[in-house]
Structure formats: structure tokens, C-alpha cells
């Protein structure tokens, strides 16, 4: 069913971005913000009805058009289907809206702060939705994301944690997110977590991201699966370091590793297979 490679390293980064994305992924010109509506309108009923269309699609605009779109985005309804742009690049991706989705991004944020409050530390967290950071000629979107309330100076504006959240059949284009987020140019990230809900079965494949030896490694995947009423889960607890998210180094005995259960990962598949199969 998964067709991530099985690799533990991400390749060394390229200079595209948007363009490394798969073909599988619709190409549009963008034509006016009432023609991409109206392609978004069309292309997420699709998406409704059958697990084999994608999410995502990807439009060709001129660098002002996606500037003007992101520096006035109160006055385009398109900006909240925006999810990452390259002006470089000329293209900007949209994500079509998926309750499923959204339910798991709630569900891991919600557990993060159940781990983090078994050390009292859930108020030294800033957790955040919907997280834009922008680098250079690029953005990006991650579904949740997580800041130390106090950071190092320099480090306010950036995630020290970030979720990124599939629901296909498939997730590759999660790679560039990957990227994004632990390049220190871009989102300057510590961890990316990626999570992909397969939509034609239950199953949620849960992968650690992080930066070792200069290079992007794959630490942790876990995968979640249900058969005959019975869930089973590889590779338990999800485990995020002290330092990656608090952005220091352990100061008192309870301070320690976040872990992420069994029962608390368990949770959070049933709570997304719930809305996605009943």
C-alpha cells in the first residue's frame, strides 16, 4: 500500500521546490481567482467521490499574482487554499479542505500536549494551526506546529516542531514539505512529523523527521493498522527529544523525551477512521 521509499535519508536537496512534486498532480494555468475557484469547486468533488483523486493541485501564475494573493490575502478567497508557492518557481500548490485531515492534525496536537503536561510543561508550548512561514522566494503552510513559548533569540517566528498531513493513496509529495521545514533557509524546524491516512482502507503511517549528519533522516515511522477489529501498532512510543521542542537542554529530573503511547496513538487513529469509515 505505501509507496514512500524505504530509504532513511531524503535525497540532497535540489533548487526546486514546487516542480519536484509528482506528475500525478494536476497542473493548471491560473487564469483568475474565479477560474480557480471554480476548478477547486469541480476538482474537490472528485476528490469526494473517489479514492483514486488527489488533494493537491498545482497552478501556474506569474510572480505578481502570487505576491499580490499573499500580501492581500483578506481580499482573495483562494489564500486559504494555498498551502505552498515558489515565485521563482511560478507556481503555488492548493490543498483541497478533507475532515479526516484536519481530525488528525487536532488529535496529534491534542496528544502532544497530553505528553507534555505529564512533565508540567504544556504551558511552555505554543501550539499553532494552520502555521505559515515564508523564506525567500518561498512558503509554505504546515497542518500544526508547535514553538517553545520562550525561544532562543532569533528563533520567535519558527516552529520547532511541525505536522504535515496526507490523506491519499500515497505520500511522496510529502518529501518537499520535509525539506522545507528542516532547511535551515526556510523553516528551520527541528522535527518534521508526517502523517498519511489511507483513504481506501485503515490505515496511518506516522514518520519522524529530523536533521543528522548535515543530512534529512527519517528517525521513526509507525504504522497503524486495523484488521478484523483489532488495531496494531509498529514501533510505539512516538518519541519527540526534550531539546528538538523546548529548543534547550533538559534543566530539572522531569524533564524528559516526550512519548507518545500506545493507547494515546490508538486514539487518535480511531478518532480519524470514525469520520472517515462510519
Known amino acids: 500500500m505505501w509507496t514512500q521509499q524505504d530509504h532513511e535519508l531524503l535525497p540532497k536537496p535540489s533548487d526546486t521546490f514546487l516542480k519536484d512534486l509528482p506528475p500525478a ?4 494555468t491560473y ?8 476548478i477547486i469547486e469541480s476538482e474537490s468533488a472528485a476528490f469526494e467521490t473517489s479514492t483514486e483523486a488527489g488533494d493537491l493541485l498545482l497552478f501556474v501564475a506569474d510572480t505578481e499574482t502570487i505576491e499580490a494573493i499573499n500580501r492581500e490575502e483578506d481580499a482573495y478567497e483562494l489564500h486559504k487554499y494555498i498551502s505552498a508557492f515558489d515565485t521563482n518557481e511560478h507556481l503555488f500548490l492548493v490543498r483541497m479542505p478533507s475532515l479526516p485531515r484536519s481530525i488528525a492534525s487536532g488529535m496529534m496536537d491534542q496528544i502532544l500536549l497530553e505528553a507534555a503536561n505529564s512533565m508540567d ?37 519558527f516552529p520547532s516542531v511541525v505536522l504535515e498531513v496526507a490523506y491519499s493513496e500515497s505520500d511522496y509529495h510529502l518529501n518537499s514539505s520535509v525539506r522545507f521545514w528542516l532547511e535551515s533557509h526556510n523553516g528551520k524546524a527541528k522535527i518534521c512529523l508526517t502523517l498519511c491516512i489511507i483513504r481506501s482502507v485503515p490505515e496511518i503511517r506516522i514518520e519522524k523527521w529530523e536533521i543528522q ?12 493498522t486495523k484488521r478484523k477489529d483489532q488495531t496494531y501498532i509498529s514501533d ?9 521542542l523546548f529548543l534547550r537542554p533538559p534543566s530539572s529530573p522531569r524533564e524528559k ?3 507518545i503511547s500506545q493507547q494515546q496513538l ?3 487513529a480511531e478518532t480519524v477512521w470514525m469520520d472517515q469509515f462510519e
Open 25 to 28: 498532480i494536476k497542473r493548471y
Open 31 to 38: 487564469q483568475g481567482e474565479s477560474q480557480c475557484l471554480d
Open 121 to 157: 510543561m504544556s504551558r511552555s508550548l505554543v501550539p499553532i494551526s494552520m502555521m505559515e512561514i515564508r523564506g525567500g522566494s518561498r512558503g509554505k503552510q504546515a497542518d500544526y506546529a508547535w514553538k517553545p513559548l520562550r525561544s532562543p533569540p532569533g528563533m520567535s517566528k
Open 213 to 224: 549528519n548535515e543530512r534529512i533522516h527519517r528517525s521513526q515511522v509507525i504504522r497503524i
Open 236 to 244: 510505539f512510543p512516538l518519541v519527540i527529544a526534550f531539546e528538538s
Open 257 to 259: 523525551d516526550l512519548e
Open 266 to 268: 490508538e486514539r487518535l
